[in-house]
């Protein structure tokens, strides 16, 4: 089973010592790491230290302002294996991450696998959002730790290039659609610096912003959102409601369920905040403000 790592780029330095996390598995498990790079050379150092790397120079097509579905598409393209792996930027795979995560495809016919992401620093993205701890399948998954065979991948035509951000969740609700299942692996773990408060904030923004796009496109999830993750649903309008607290100051209260419902969490406030810009986001899209 030959396998492919793929990485894309828009200009993280922490992209080196992801590679640097990666060096050993060349030649054993894996055949070949892909990186997909548009910051117009200014990573060349990382790419001459990395020898073993095939890198992409990509360039930003012309009136498109974010590339991720475009680079991941690119990276697949060139990958030569079987099975292909991505892996984030600044994530650092831990003790038998690879191996844990590709086993299912070897020995158990699975076709799709994925695992969490846990965290250097407080954060509300954990891996733990996106299945509980007795899950085997998961219902959506982000590329920062997924592998699947590329049949797959050509079975949907790979990643929307309409989208800016969200299109891993896109990518792989389609693959459900197709019949295929997301099966989840609990100890195929990698390791993520959120970064700052601030950056984690833009974050929950543009992934609101994402949010409103996928639902527009995929109308049959909202029922399952309203039940599983009603955030990009329930916090919009909050936000519309939020002239009512000039008359009646209640209203400001009703963000004290959630952080009730949140006080197990790392830093509740911190997950308030990600809600209110995730809300914020799916306004802004749904306006036209961001455009």
Not at 4 to 21: C, M, P, W
Request: aromatic residues 8%; hydrophobic residues 40%; contains cysteine.
């Amino acid at each position: 089973m030959k396998t492919s790592i793929v990485i894309i780029s828009k200009d993280e330095s922490q992209l080196g010592a992801t590679l640097e996390s990666l060096r050993g598995l060349v030649a054993g498990t894996v055949d070949q790491v892909v990186v997909v790079d548009a910051s117009q050379r200014r990573l060349d150092g990382i790419r001459i230290a990395h020898p073993w790397v095939e890198w992409i120079d990509y360039s930003q097509p012309e009136g498109v302002r974010v590339t991720i579905p475009h680079q991941r598409n690119a990276g697949v393209l060139r990958a030569d294996g079987d099975v292909i792996v991505f892996i984030d930027c600044g994530c650092m795979p831990q003790d038998m991450w690879l191996e844990r995560l590709i086993a299912p495809l070897a020995d158990e016919s699975e076709m799709v696998t994925c695992g969490p992401a846990t965290a250097r620093n407080s954060n509300v993205y954990g891996g733990s959002r996106w299945a509980e701890p007795n899950d085997d399948y998961v219902s959506k998954a982000p590329t920062i730790n997924m592998a699947f065979r590329r049949e797959v991948f050509d079975a949907v035509d790979g990643f929307d290039e309409t989208f800016e951000y969200g299109s891993d969740i896109d990518f792989t609700w389609r693959i459900i659609e197709r019949g295929y299942r997301l099966r989840w692996v609990g100890d195929a773990v990698v390791e993520h610096e959120w970064g700052t408060v601030k950056r984690q904030m833009k974050r929950a923004y543009t992934y609101g912003a994402a949010s409103a796009r996928l639902y527009r496109k995929h109308p049959n999830r909202i029922p399952e959102a309203l039940k599983s993750n009603p955030v990009p649903l329930l916090y919009p309008l909050y936000l519309l409601g939020l002239p009512i607290a000039l008359k009646h100051r209640s209203y400001a209260a009703l963000l004290l369920v959630p952080l009730w419902r949140n006080r197990h969490a790392d830093n509740p406030l911190l997950v308030l905040g990600d809600h209110l810009m995730h809300g914020a986001g799916v306004l802004a899209e749904l306006t036209g403000a961001r455009r």
